[in-house]
């Protein structure tokens, strides 16, 4: 199964009910309060900006006093492999993404209080065909023709912001093993988490969600220890829609029980934003062996059932440091620097997993709101999927060994062209892709080379509507 990445939904249906509340805040505006004109300094450097009609309109000013917020967005994603890999060949995947977050003070008036509503609609096809690389794949892609709730919880802040739970359907992505660069790429070596991070587990990985809750607590405003237990559920991924189903208990394998401390700064208390953090994860749910039978024997030579293993565990570092500025104006431009590990144990899929990279914020005085983006990741395979993969190979004719890793790089630039709506062209170099679930290896297969570009609308930003932040 590819891995599940950071549905029927039409690829301009994003930008049609961008269209269709613009019109709807027009026909408010003249009984709607005006909000402040927007910060021109920080607004700057777009081709277009329809976010100050927001504002201007009132209609979100108007929807926060109700205590109801809009969020999400469109993203497309077009890749296509140009050089090497498996075949040449592109795919087009498209997420759109709906997200009403409640706030319970306002609306019953419950301290602290608030409820998320995801939903999840993607299209689009598997890339890997192509690349020849099963763990990457574009963030957008799966699980295809599938609506989800990717989200139905209650977030509940205690002792003044100390103490934060989040109880209903959900994914850990977000909370764990996450740094606030990470989605300024497009693969999923990066958005959101280390490929390791979903590879290596049971866990349902966003759009999917299944039963969780997580509690975060912090001592300062800078540091935090989290932690969280997520029912395991196999089919989080492949079933035909979570809307209206499966949402008992009864397909649950295990449970996913990740953690993870950390100190973490943002421009409101620091000239040099900074994440530092450490965690791991344990998984109790059974899972296929990568190369044995029931009988203790090769299943590509003698076939049968895969043996079941259980419990699988992980642990990571990672940090993200901004090294330059410009200059210490409200801009937020500037060079920032992260990277990070993990290490699973002997039965992960992935055993060690690398990343480095840096992001450029405003590289252009101009254009404060783009970024160049580098990313370079190296994976190490556990060695019986590598010995599973050789023995494929040779069953198909191919002599050789496969390799034992994939090494990753990646460059783009995110043009924001407009306030929500950015132009992202980018460049992806694989080295000795995993091939992965193909039934005939390859291990002469050295590299692939993939181009492309993302589009993507957010809701909020494009027509400036109040946010609902969500602290974690």
Known sequence: MPPLRPSRARPL??????????????????????NPPANTAWQSGYLFDFSTFGPDSGLGQAMANAGIYLNGGETGILAGNVSGGAKTGAVFDNDFNLEVDLDMNRILGLPGAAMHIVIDDRVGGYYGKFSGSNTLTPQTFGPNEVAQFQEFTWDQSLFNEHILLLIGRQSPVLDFNSLPVACNFVFTNACTNFTSFFVNDSAAIAPA??????????????TYFRTGIYEDDP???????????????????????????????????????????????????????PLFDTAGLPLPLYGGTAR?????????????????????????????VFGGAMFG?????IRQYYQAGLSDQGPFAAHPHDSINFLAMYQVFNQR????????????????????????????????????????????????????????????????????????????????????????
Request: net charge negative; proline share 6%.
């Open 308 to 336: 079941e293993d259980q419990g699988r565990e992980s642990v990571y570092a990672m940090f993200q440091q901004m090294i330059w500025r410009p200059d210490l104006s409200e801009t937020r431009r500037g060079l920032t």
């Open 235 to 289: 089919d989080a991924y492949s079933q035909a829609s979570n809307l209206t189903n499966n949402w008992g208990l009864g397909n649950a394998t295990g449970a996913f029980v990740p953690a993870e401390i950390g100190y973490k700064t943002d421009f409101s208390t620091d000239p040099y934003p900074r994440v530092y953090a450490l965690g791991g994860f344990y998984d109790n749910s059974p899972y296929p062996d």
């Open 209 to 222: 969600s299944t039963w969780g809750a997580r509690i975060s607590i912090h001592p300062t405003e800078e």
């Open 345 to 349: 144990s002997s039965q992960s899929e």
């Open 13 to 34: 249906a994003g930008a049609t009910l961008l269209w269709f509340l613009r019109g709807i805040a027009i026909a408010f505006a003249q009984d709607a309060a005006t």
């Open 385 to 472: 999927l590598v010995e599973d993969q050789t023995l494929l190979a040779g069953q198909g004719g191919y002599g050789g060994t496969m390799n034992k890793g994939e090494t990753d790089f990646e460059l783009n630039y995110l043009w924001q062209i407009g306030a929500g709506v950015s132009f992202q062209p980018f460049l992806e170099y694989i080295i000795h892709p995993d091939q992965i679930g193909f039934a005939s290896p390859n291990p002469h297969l050295a590299n692939a080379t993939t181009l492309g570009v993302q589009l993507a609308i957010a809701l909020p930003d494009s027509l400036g509507l109040p946010v609902f932040v969500r602290k974690n």
